[in-house]
């Protein structure tokens, strides 16, 4: 029941509540961001009300129809937090689209909410579990919560654009395209180093064949992200032939000791590293692209001295490619222990090691 004149009168507002033995009510909160938003847990359900109860509509998600005792807005990250008597806890993380949702919004073809300010958080210590820990739970996804809301399902894919202050494109993700809310978390990373694709053979394994396509894959050439560094990007969302933008504020880690100029001192030598690594890619790409090349041409002609040619051009190669990645692994059993790392793992291991916290290179 509600009531407008402090208790004189009372007014029914189960309207879209089924009428069940189950139905009662436990707790209803308004959210402090918007008056007339109400939440309301049930013996069963979970119910939200856009217009201050006069009409509810469940809001399950993936929670179970357990009884709902408490709901909290945890107001720093803007997240509905719910108790139920199961003894469990079921989080909402970034109720963003809830709070702005309207018939506006409804109306549109594509809307893009604007993103609510996300901590490029770093991890600490390694979290341990006790064998005999009896709890079980899930963290969101790392990063930035993007949620848009689609009219009609678009009939190409849904592209989401990161730029920096620059303007610059560090990221672009492909979003899901479900008609309604969609939400897509940006991990707070740019795009990945070139992948390497071998043509040929490992050494002394020339029963590790390619693939239909003529490739496979190369155990010894990682690829890296870069974290980016905290500071004003903005998300561009398209879908169909519209596009949308709104700004993201990325904030650093307040329990981190590092500071902004560390944080930059840093992202010089990772981006220098990640150029690295983006050079002997494409190196070893071009190699093993001319490798396959000599394999094919021999074993067509006959010819001996042309042999011997492609024999000598593919020992240089050889030669140049052994200096970038491990030729010998397989990607099977202890490979990565027989043999010791060459340039492409190396520097992936500096760049790991540099980017493991918030300080600048010593």
């Keep these: 029941y509600k009531t407008k004149d402090f208790g004189k009168t009372w007014k029914l507002i189960t309207n879209g509540i089924p009428h069940s033995m189950l139905s009662y009510a436990h707790c209803v909160r308004e959210d402090p961001t918007r008056a007339g938003l109400l939440y309301l847990g049930t013996e069963n359900a979970h119910y939200v009300s856009f217009d201050d109860g006069e009409n509810w509509q469940p809001l399950q998600a993936n929670l179970p129809h357990a009884p709902v005792y408490w709901l909290v807005i945890q107001e720093h990250f803007n997240d509905l937090v719910i108790a139920t008597y199961g003894r469990g806890f079921w989080i909402l993380d970034d109720l963003t689209p809830v709070q702005q949702m309207s018939d506006a919004v409804r109306s549109s073809d594509v809307h893009l909410f604007a993103p609510r300010p996300t901590y490029r958080f770093r991890q600490g210590t390694i979290p341990v579990t006790m064998s005999d820990d009896p709890t079980a739970g899930q963290n969101p996804p790392y990063g930035a919560a993007i ?128 150029k690295d690594l983006d050079s002997a890619a494409e190196m070893v790409n071009q190699i093993e692209f001319v490798r396959a090349q000599i394999y094919q041409l021999t074993a067509a002609v006959s010819d001996a001295s042309v042999k011997s040619a492609a024999d000598g051009l593919d020992k240089k190669l050889i030669d140049v490619e052994e200096t970038l990645i491990q030729r010998r692994l397989t990607g099977q059993g202890q490979d990565t222990v027989r043999w010791p790392p060459k340039l492409m793992s190396k520097i992936s291991y500096l760049a790991g090691g540099l980017a493991g916290s918030d300080f600048g290179p010593t």
């Design 147 to 274: 949620n848009y809301y689609l009219k009609t399902a678009p009939s190409a894919d849904v592209k989401i654009r990161i730029e920096d202050a620059k303007g610059q494109t560090v990221r672009t993700l492909t979003g899901t395209k479900n008609v309604g809310l969609n939400r897509v978390t940006w991990n707070l990373e740019g795009e990945p180093t070139r992948e390497v694709r071998m043509r040929t053979a490992p050494a002394y394994a020339p029963e590790i064949r390619v693939g239909a396509d003529g490739t496979r894959n190369a155990p010894g050439a990682p690829r890296m992200s870069l974290l980016l560094p905290p500071g004003n990007y903005t998300v561009k969302l398209s879908a169909g032939n519209q596009e949308r933008s709104q700004p993201l504020v990325v904030k650093k880690d307040p329990n981190s000791e590092g500071s902004d100029s560390t944080i930059a001192e840093q992202m010089l030598m990772l981006v220098d590293l990640r």
